[in-house]
């Protein structure tokens, strides 16, 4: 499966982005999608998932209450909404599609896309 992902850019502290996360090659409905980021200097991040099976959703607590991650599958596609941003989730946030709940088992990366968020 190949993912592209998309919707970052330039947003103040307190605003809102939605990243997309479109597949092809293969439905997104049978993977588990998760949303990762990497700020500069630091490891890549966790940031959520949504089940291929029953479409649940988990988050680092950082995103709790602030992020939401949804599927289209009659898109492809799989979102991650972000508001309440603040400068510390400024980030290259990636999507990734596992066949297991965890992502542990990666069929395929997005390529990132920058959220900065300016205080």
């Known amino acids: 499966v190949q993912l592209q992902a998309s919707g970052g850019g330039l947003v103040q502290a307190g605003g809102s982005l939605r990243l997309s996360c479109v597949g092809s090659g293969d439905s997104l409905s049978t993977y588990t999608v998760s949303w990762f980021r990497q700020a500069p200097g630091k490891e890549r991040e966790l940031v959520g998932g949504i089940k291929w099976s029953g479409g649940g959703t988990s988050y680092v607590d950082s995103a709790k209450g602030r992020f939401t991650i949804s599927r289209d599958n009659a898109k492809n596609t799989v979102y991650l909404q972000m508001n309440s941003l603040k400068p510390e989730d400024m980030a290259v946030y990636f999507c990734?599609?596992?066949?297991?709940?965890?992502?542990?088992?990666?069929?395929?990366w997005g390529q990132g896309t920058l959220v900065t968020v300016s205080s």
């Open positions: 990734a599609a596992a066949i297991d709940s965890q992502c542990r088992v990666v069929r395929g």
